[in-house]
């Protein structure tokens, strides 16, 4: 299950050593999503990213009301990673369409570890400035 998540989480296949690995997965927990499940709404303060795994979320603006899809995630992007710039609070919310498997990681563990190896300082960085 491991060498499958890692090939769909681009940050994932940049961390070298694999050594890494091992600590990185014991900061992540994987969690499971139903369809109409929120991961998060617009407004909530943003201390945890997400990395899909498999399944189908959409991006909403303003969900129940005039609300508007306006992005469908991919297996393997990374989704609240703001939170890792600035504790900031949700500009958005998403939604599960389909069954969802994340990773999900409190931005103060990653932050941590991207302190404790350069390696996986520089993952996260390359792929903050791909995501803006």
Do not use: W
């Not at 201390?47 to 297996?75: A, K, M, Q, T, W």
């Amino acid at each position: 299950v491991c060498a499958e998540i890692t090939e769909r989480i681009s940050l994932l296949r940049r961390i070298n050593p694999q050594e890494h690995m091992e600590e990185f997965y014991r900061v992540m927990g994987v969690k499971i999503y139903n369809p109409n499940d929120f991961l998060f709404y617009t407004g909530d303060v943003a201390v945890s990213v997400f990395f899909l795994i498999r399944g189908s979320l959409e991006i909403v603006i303003n969900p129940g009301l005039e609300e508007s899809v306006v992005g469908y995630p991919d297996p393997g992007d990374i989704l609240g990673e703001l939170g890792l710039l600035i504790m900031g609070v949700r500009t958005a919310a998403v939604r599960c369409v389909q069954r969802a498997e994340l990773l999900v990681a409190h931005v103060d563990q990653l932050r941590a570890l991207a302190r404790k190896h350069q390696e996986v300082h520089d993952g996260l960085q390359s792929l903050l400035h791909e995501s803006h």
